[in-house]
């Protein structure tokens, strides 16, 4: 299968519109004190806009006649953990959190740490006898650390997902745009 610009285009702005509606919701669930599903659709959100870096490259690539693997694209945009990576990075250029992501062994410890908590802050487990619930994991700061995240990653985003398809494939040509991807 080959894609398209336009239905790249299209893609970037549906699952940025999906995200941000995920992190709309996650706040209306924090003002309503529910700390737990806020945490779990802000980490949703969090995820949805980590497809959009992916899918940027592969729009660029299309503008400039480059090779592509569309079987890559498809895969990493169903990885968890890939998302969660991608998503971190952006969100990082905006955070005051000091974690090395230079190091390897600290970065994949951080993204499992990010996979494993939405996971256990949508079910129930049962760990060395001990029993997970959901609402004893997730507290109304985690949930509001990952809504600070998600919000961070789809500010970012936004200008972007409001250009044109013709707006953003003129700033996928320009020289400038070329140096930022590198």
């Known amino acids: 299968m080959k894609l398209d610009y336009t239905l790249l285009y299209k893609l970037f702005c549906s699952c940025y519109k999906n995200g941000f509606d995920l992190l ?3 706040k209306l669930l924090y003002e309503n004190e529910r700390y737990t599903r806020a945490y779990t659709l802000a980490h949703l959100s969090f995820e949805e ?3 959009l870096p992916m899918i940027n490259t592969y729009m660029y690539k299309v503008v400039h006649g480059s090779q592509y693997d569309v079987q890559h694209l498809m895969k990493r945009m169903r990885d968890h953990k890939e998302k969660i990576q991608v998503s971190h990075f952006t969100s990082d250029l905006f955070s005051n959190e000091d974690i090395d992501l230079t190091d390897n ?4 410890q951080y993204i499992n740490e990010m996979n494993n908590m939405k996971n256990n802050s949508i079910y129930v487990g ?10 004893d994991v997730v507290t ?3 949930a509001e650390k990952m809504i600070e995240m998600s919000t961070m990653h789809a500010t970012f985003h936004s200008h972007f997902s409001q250009l044109s398809e013709e707006e953003l494939k003129k700033l996928h040509s320009d020289d400038l745009y070329k140096l930022l991807i590198r």
């Open 24 to 26: 709309v919701e996650a």
């Open 105 to 108: 062994r600290k970065l994949n």
């Open 140 to 142: 109304k700061q985690k």
């Open 126 to 135: 049962l760990n060395n006898g001990t029993i997970s619930i959901p609402n």
């Open 49 to 51: 806009l980590g497809k």
